[in-house]
């Protein structure tokens, strides 16, 4: 295991780089959009546009990848990013920054995907879960620590857009010295919606409101925060606790539902995240620590939630069915994710900032109710066979999906491994 993660501890490096820009950069252009005077709005439209961007790199990443090579995508990407960034400084007006935010979405999602496949190159079916579990930390912890860059300059100025470019460029110095092999971009064939839905209604319902309400926290919350009066310095505090609650509760969750019925721990999680979502609305004028507190809390709980649906979706799908059914499962994630800000933003700016907590309180609502109501209408898996839960990073590339799909077929495998042993001995 530690043999496995030393191995790949510069690429984990590189991509805990990416991570600190991309950080940085989400919260900057939350907090620099207030300072600009857009609409809630043009914010969730800039916003969304990732997604957008994101959705279009997953797709077209190994088409250029068997084109060009691996090294030439990545060395390309890495710099369009870069110059993307500076770009927000020169052209400050919302269509700029839209078009802007698909291209980086564009390019960060071939990024992920080109040094996911990378590491997933340095792992087997014995450490795959682990080294996934050791990107989710370094994901976390990179997109928290790329909040609190907010207080290296002013954000009014171009300073910070500076540091987010060469944070990005930086990252490829490990990233391109430790590559070994191409990895291999075998196609993988998504299984229909309609099958994947007759399979596990949950799971595409989970996905899309998971994808909603993620979508709109990462996007957000620094909007948020700056609407309601705080300063960068706890700005960058409040948007960071959203990464640093996800990356203590996303681990408990996911071993709890290993041991009992996935869809009550989902159902719990959907409720008590609304929950602290109409408490946000009702304690708006709480103090500091209050909203420090419920944030962490609140995202913890909302960016556990996909890790969830996706663990129990595996858990209806055949070993052979797994990375299809996560590639499908993704698509539907990145339509919730894609709408979730544009809803999100124009909610602020009808209704009053807490109101976006509001919203989200009702989409986590909506899907608890729903998998309360999917309770009543099939029986629960018996213990012995439900997989076991693998984590997921906040990138949720699909590439990342398709390794947790993986992972937890290369631990249903071993599973059965392990049971057939004694018999053979017998």
Same mark, same amino acid.
């Given at each position: 295991?530690?043999?496995? %993660?030393?191995?790949?501890?510069?690429?984990?490096?590189?991509?805990? =780089? %990416?991570?600190?820009?991309a950080?940085?950069?989400?919260?900057?252009?939350?907090?620099?959009?207030?300072?600009?005077?857009?609409?809630?709005?043009?914010?969730?439209?800039?916003?969304?546009?990732?997604?957008?961007?994101?959705?279009?790199?997953?797709?077209?990443?190994?088409?250029? @990848?068997r084109?060009?090579? !691996?090294?030439?995508?990545?060395?390309?990407?890495?710099?369009?990013?870069?110059?993307?960034?500076?770009?927000?400084? =020169?052209?400050?007006?919302p269509?700029?920054?839209?078009?802007?935010?698909?291209?980086?979405?564009?390019?960060?999602?071939?990024?992920y995907?080109?040094?996911?496949?990378?590491?997933?190159?340095?792992? &087997?079916?014995?450490?795959?879960?682990?080294?996934?579990?050791?990107?989710?930390?370094?994901?976390?912890?990179?997109?928290?620590g790329?909040?609190?860059?907010?207080?290296?300059?002013?954000?009014?100025?171009a300073?910070?857009f500076?540091?987010?470019?060469?944070?990005?460029s930086?990252?490829?110095?490990?990233?391109?010295?430790?590559?070994?092999?191409a990895?291999?971009?075998?196609?993988?064939?998504?299984i229909?919606?309609k099958?994947?839905?007759?399979a596990?209604?949950?799971? @595409?319902?989970?996905?899309?409101?998971?994808?909603?309400?993620?979508?709109?926290i990462?996007? =957000?919350?620094a909007?948020?925060?700056?609407?309601?009066?705080?300063?960068?310095?706890? %700005?960058?505090?409040?948007?960071?606790l @959203?990464? @640093?609650?996800?990356?203590?509760?996303?681990?408990?969750?996911?071993?709890?539902? /290993?041991?009992? /019925?996935?869809?009550?721990?989902?159902?719990?999680?959907?409720?008590?995240?609304?929950?602290?979502?109409?408490?946000?609305?009702?304690?708006?004028?709480?103090?500091?620590?209050?909203?420090?507190?419920?944030?962490a809390?609140?995202?913890?709980?909302?960016?556990?939630?996909?890790?969830?649906?996706?663990?129990?979706?595996?858990? !209806?799908l055949?070993?052979?069915?797994?990375?299809?059914?996560?590639?499908?499962?993704?698509?539907?994630?990145?339509?919730?994710?894609?709408?979730?800000?544009?809803?999100?933003?124009?909610?602020? &700016?009808?209704? /009053?900032?807490?109101?976006?907590?509001?919203f989200?309180?009702?989409?986590?609502?909506?899907?608890?109710?729903?998998?309360?109501w999917?309770?009543t209408?099939r029986?629960?898996?018996?213990?012995?066979?439900?997989?076991?839960?693998?984590?997921?990073?906040?990138?949720?590339s699909?590439?990342?999906?398709?390794?947790?799909?993986?992972?937890?077929?290369?631990?249903?495998?071993?599973?059965?491994?392990?049971?057939?042993?004694?018999?053979?001995?017998?």
């Amino acid at each position: 295991m530690l043999q496995a %993660i030393s191995t790949a501890w510069a690429l984990f490096l590189g991509l805990g =780089l %990416i991570m600190l820009g991309a950080g940085l950069q989400s919260g900057l252009l939350g907090v620099r959009a207030e300072i600009e005077n857009f609409s809630g709005s043009a914010t969730g439209i800039i916003m969304a546009g990732y997604f957008v961007g994101f959705l279009l790199g997953s797709r077209l990443t190994p088409l250029l @990848v068997r084109r060009v090579g !691996h090294v030439r995508v990545f060395a390309a990407l890495a710099s369009l990013a870069s110059t993307a960034v500076l770009i927000y400084a =020169l052209l400050v007006d919302p269509v700029s920054w839209t078009v802007m935010r698909i291209i980086t979405g564009f390019c960060y999602a071939g990024l992920y995907i080109v040094a996911e496949s990378w590491l997933n190159e340095r792992a &087997d079916n014995t450490t795959r879960g682990t080294i996934l579990s050791v990107y989710m930390v370094v994901v976390f912890i990179g997109m928290a620590g790329g909040q609190y860059l907010l207080n290296a300059a002013d954000p009014a100025g171009a300073v910070l857009f500076i540091v987010s470019s060469i944070v990005v460029s930086l990252a490829l110095i490990p990233i391109l010295l430790s590559a070994g092999p191409a990895p291999s971009f075998e196609k993988t064939e998504a299984i229909s919606l309609k099958t994947l839905y007759r399979a596990s209604p949950l799971g @595409v319902v989970g996905a899309v409101a998971t994808g909603m309400a993620q979508g709109t926290i990462f996007s =957000l919350t620094a909007v948020y925060a700056a609407r309601i009066g705080l300063p960068i310095s706890q %700005i960058a505090v409040f948007t960071s606790l @959203v990464y @640093v609650g996800a990356m203590l509760l996303q681990l408990p969750l996911g071993r709890l539902s /290993d041991h009992l /019925d996935r869809r009550r721990v989902l159902t719990g999680t959907a409720f008590a995240a609304a929950s602290l979502g109409l408490a946000f609305y009702l304690l708006e004028d709480a103090s500091l620590w209050v909203l420090f507190l419920l944030i962490a809390l609140f995202g913890g709980l909302v960016s556990s939630m996909y890790a969830l649906v996706i663990s129990h979706t595996n858990d !209806h799908l055949s070993q052979e069915q797994m990375v299809a059914g996560s590639s499908t499962l993704y698509l539907v994630y990145a339509v919730g994710a894609t709408g979730g800000p544009l809803l999100g933003g124009v909610i602020m &700016d009808v209704l /009053d900032p807490s109101a976006l907590f509001l919203f989200l309180a009702a989409v986590l609502g909506a899907l608890g109710t729903f998998a309360l109501w999917r309770m009543t209408r099939r029986a629960s898996l018996p213990m012995d066979e439900q997989g076991e839960f693998q984590a997921v990073p906040s990138t949720y590339s699909p590439l990342a999906t398709e390794l947790a799909a993986e992972a937890a077929a290369d631990a249903a495998e071993l599973s059965e491994e392990e049971e057939a042993a004694p018999a053979a001995a017998g």
